[in-house]
Every structure is written in C-alpha cells, then in structure tokens.
C-alpha cells in the first residue's frame, strides 16, 4: 500500500463532493500532466490511501483522507468532443490519458494548511514543497503519520472506516 496526495481545487471538485457522491466513490479524472499521468497508470494501486488537498483556494491545505477502490483505466473524459477534458489526439486504442476511483473516508478534524506545513522541518522534502505544482505525490509513511497528528486524526482509517 503506498500513500498519495492528489490535489484539487474545491471549487471544481472537493472533499465534500467526493463525499456525496454516490457511494462516496468517484473517478479521480482530469489529470493532464504526464508525469502525474504515469504515476495514476503505474504506480498508483487498488487500496492506495489519498490525502485530498485542496488547491487554489484561499487557504491550500490537506482536509481529508479517500481511499482508491480501482486500478488506472482510460480518463473518458478525454474522448468527449467538445468537453473540458477533450484530447483529439488521444484515441480509445491508445488513450494518453487515465484515472482512477477513489472512495471518500474522512474529512480531517483540523486541515494543515500548506503555510504550517513549510513551517515544519520534517516537510522540508516532501513533493508538496520540493515539487508544489505536481498534482499527484507520493507520502512517505512518516510525513503521513506526522500528517495525521497534525490534523488531529492519529489513527489511520481502515478499508471500512473504523479506526
């Protein structure tokens, strides 16, 4: 199991959505960067935990935890003509771009804003702060679990939401 962050702006798409989204599961789609591509279709798996941070918004911070529920597949949005995720030059035979689906697990008590987590040594080499505008990133399991402290949420969730 490896830990992720996928980052979003809350106002296209937020935790809250994701929430309410019919069995809080959703495809985690729109991602037009290649290297965050490769990571959706390589690396990340079935049972991968996700931090949500929320970007561009007043306050960027990390505000909850999902869990992805499905390998990489084609992103349909990329074969929607006229559509906001339309690649003419992708085709369903080879298809540039993927997703995955993720399922909602928790909003955290307390967000970490990006401000308090510069503040942080311990953060000095985390993506977030190395490499800020990729929007798929891999956690270590120690910036994850200082993650969790911070956020007032010591204890992992499960694939079923207890503690």
């Not at 279709?41 to 931090?51: A, C, F, H, M, Q």
């Not at 992805?68 to 339309?86: H, L």
């Amino acid at each position: 199991m490896r830990i992720w962050l996928f980052k979003t702006e809350p106002d296209a798409f937020s935790l809250n959505d994701l929430q309410a989204a019919p069995d809080g599961t959703s495809g985690w789609d729109g991602v037009r960067n290649y290297q965050a591509r490769n990571r959706l279709r390589d690396e990340v798996s079935n049972g991968d935990r996700v931090l949500i941070y929320h970007s561009s918004c007043k306050v960027p911070a990390i505000v909850g935890e999902a869990e992805v529920v499905s390998d990489a597949y084609p992103d349909p949005s990329q074969f929607i003509t006229g559509g906001a995720g339309e690649d003419p030059r992708s085709h369903p035979d080879n298809p540039r771009w993927y997703q995955v689906d993720v399922r909602y697990r928790r909003h955290f008590p307390e967000p970490l804003s990006l401000a308090t987590i510069r503040d942080h040594a311990e953060f000095a080499d985390m993506e977030l702060v190395t490499r800020p505008r990729l929007s798929i990133q891999q956690i270590t399991d120690r910036q994850y679990r200082q993650i969790l402290t911070l956020c007032g949420a010591d204890e992992p969730r499960s694939a079923t939401g207890a503690a």
